[in-house]
């Protein structure tokens, strides 16, 4: 099951279009969530080290790595979890891990959170929804992704909000809730809704990736990451508009 899409957009054209009108700090990042073996493209390797989902995110977006990576190399449960490559933690699901982090007043708070949390749910009960996740800067992709991410200023994601706004207006509305930014938030929010997603990062991202502490992150379904690189530029170059120095 290769789950190629039938359209084949110019990655290369589209990332070109935003790293330069957006002077965007790193490339943006394609990941695909491969249900199979066959997902897996030729000629791509296995990750060696076993880290988490938002530091794959940063090794194909600032360093120009592509890979894969199988549930045994993602050191963050709740980050596999999210992405459909392992089942949920007891100590996730009651709560007792993020109550332990200190980041809510009761168990209960925090599985009223972990409910809440975007997931892949498994199409079977034997395997898992998920075989592998698969990374690359957007320019060199070999795959077709399922979700584009973003990591910049939030001046930046403005152009973008205004770019997705561009053909047919209305609100955004982006979901998220401090823990799991750049697996839940980013990428399984859009893969399972077709609707690009804002989050404001979290702290595990942030320490462990490197996120600059400007930098917010997005998640755009690739289906329509080739419409918002056409509006991009329209967007920055109209009268009034603000983007970065």
Known sequence: MNDEMQKKPDYGKISKILVETLKLPQSPVAVKLAKSPEGIPEGVEEIKDTVRHCQMVAMAGREGKIFYARAD?????????????????????????????????????????????????????????????????LEKTPFDPHVIIIVSQPVMMLKFAQALLYKMGGRIHSEFSGIQSVCADACTQPYLTGKANISLGCDGSRKFSGIDDDYMVMGIPAEIIEEVAEAVPIVSGAPGSKTRK
């Open 73 to 137: 190399k993602h050191a963050c449960a709740g980050g596999a979890w999210a992405l459909g490559l392992k089942e949920i933690t007891p100590s996730l699901q009651t709560g007792e891990f993020y109550f332990k982090l200190g980041k809510f007043e009761s168990w209960a708070s925090c599985m009223r959170t972990i409910k809440s949390i975007p997931n892949v749910h498994k199409t079977s009960s034997t395997e898992p929804a998920t075989y592998a996740t698969v990374y690359a800067p």
